[in-house]
């Protein structure tokens, strides 16, 4: 009796949940605003990467920006950048590949700036090799900046917002956290690793009742940041999946960070995508891969099983 109960109630939600987002789409809710807002944002001294753009577009908004990032340079740029727009901007040299160094600058952060309520974890790198040309050092720095990080930053900042019910932990994650590519192998596991992170952390908040802390994981195509340069998809398609102009990939993020969504898809076609790699059976996957010129970005299970027909097929 239990049992059905429990599966009455939660069908209830489900259906609660499917509801409240139609009444999202048909009536869109208010953008929060963010002014003094203190925003961290991770990654912000390249001049193409997501990093700068997401400071520039929160200052427009009169949030006041602490940027991270191991490039002093450039970031001070991005500083420069920042106050021309009227926001208080402040920079600090941080490698978030080192525990130490991120709990040190967060604390400094405190003292100087104030308690971060909006988190942007954005900061990444990648080797853009096959995991047996990648030495064990490209590997763990990998794969501790772009996923061990966010524990970190996690730890450090977390705390605060959930004494004051207030915040939003943004993590830029990509869709090489949900599909996989043989010549990045570094670059996604850490990528999925980061979606398992984020998602578990949501959980966690909910679980606990935190409703006023808010997360947003944004999953974006490939970006044209200069991280992918090499990266070819098949010539027919390359109008239509060529990569992301990184100022438009953060205004589209920008509007969902700004209504609490909880996953951004950059562009659309990645929700179906998404569900075509769960539901087409393992040889239309692989053919849909080939057909797009991406056939060796392959779910593990289908590499696993082309690998046993090869096997066979050879007399292995």
């Known amino acids: 009796m239990g049992v059905l109960i429990d599966f009455l109630l939660l069908a209830a939600k489900v259906v609660g949940y499917i509801i409240q987002s139609l009444m999202r789409w048909i009536k869109r809710p208010t953008e929060k605003r963010v002014t003094n807002e203190i925003c961290l944002i991770t990654g912000t001294a390249s001049a193409r990467g997501l990093g700068r753009h997401f400071a520039l577009e929160l200052a427009q908004r009169g949030a006041t920006l602490v940027l991270w990032d191991?490039?002093?340079d450039g970031n001070e740029k991005t500083v420069v950048q920042v106050r021309e727009l009227g926001a208080k901007a402040y920079a600090y040299t941080c490698d978030v590949s080192q525990r130490e160094d991120v709990y040190n600058t967060a604390e400094r952060v405190r003292r100087e700036v104030g308690d971060v309520t909006v988190l942007i974890n954005n900061a990444g790198v990648v080797a853009g090799k096959p995991i047996l040309q990648c030495s064990d050092e490209i590997l763990e720095r990998t794969m501790k900046t772009n996923c061990h990080a966010h524990f970190w930053t996690v730890k450090a900042f977390l705390p605060r917002m959930m004494e004051m019910d207030h915040g939003h932990i943004v993590t830029i994650a990509g869709s090489l956290g949900l599909f996989a590519t043989a010549c990045m192998a570094d670059y996604c596991a850490s990528k999925f690793a980061v979606v398992g992170f984020h998602e578990a952390l949501s959980h966690q908040l909910k679980a606990k009742r935190i409703n006023g802390v808010k997360t947003t994981l944004v999953c974006p195509y490939l970006v044209d940041t200069g991280m992918f340069t090499g990266c070819r998809i098949r010539r027919e398609l390359a109008a239509l999946l060529s990569p992301l102009k990184p100022d438009d990939c953060v205004k589209i993020a920008m509007k969902g960070i700004l209504n609490n969504q909880p996953i951004i898809c950059i562009p659309r076609v990645m929700y179906f995508a998404v569900v075509l790699k769960h539901l087409l059976p393992w040889?239309?996957?692989?053919?849909?891969?080939?057909?797009?010129g991406i056939d060796k970005c392959m779910h593990p299970f289908i590499r696993q099983r082309e690998a046993k027909r090869h096997?066979?097929?050879t007399g292995r």
């Not at 040889?283 to 797009?292: E, I, S």
Request: charged letters at 20%; hydrophobic letters at 60%; zero cysteines.
């Open 70 to 72: 191991i490039d002093t």
């Open 283 to 292: 040889d239309v996957q692989v053919l849909v891969h080939k057909f797009l």
């Open 311 to 313: 096997l066979v097929a």
